[in-house]
């Protein structure tokens, strides 16, 4: 089945992409959401790509560093996500 994403999920992907999500809003059902709406746009390989891309940004955005990112979670996640 596909899936198509809403229009509110498409601002929220818009939001985070631009810089625009505050830390404090960007928790765990938000990671599980954007993955999602990267699936609903393509393969399990672009959607791990584009989560990698928008959160080192999301972390340079916030001076924290590289450090927080984890590959191996999150194609662990985009992998859950999609198998459900």
Partial sequence: MKHHISP????????????QIEPGE???AAHVRLAYVY????????????MKGALLAFLAHLGVG???YH??????????????
Avoid at 8 to 17: K, L, Q
Avoid at 39 to 50: I, K, P
């Fill in 8 to 19: 509110e999920d498409d601002r929220f992907r818009s939001a985070f992409e631009a810089l």
């Fill in 71 to 84: 590959e191996t979670i999150t194609r662990a996640w985009v992998m859950a996500v999609d198998h459900s």
């Fill in 26 to 28: 960007f928790d765990h």
């Fill in 39 to 50: 699936l609903c746009e393509g393969s399990v390989e672009s959607a791990v790509a584009r």
């Fill in 66 to 68: 590289d450090s927080k």
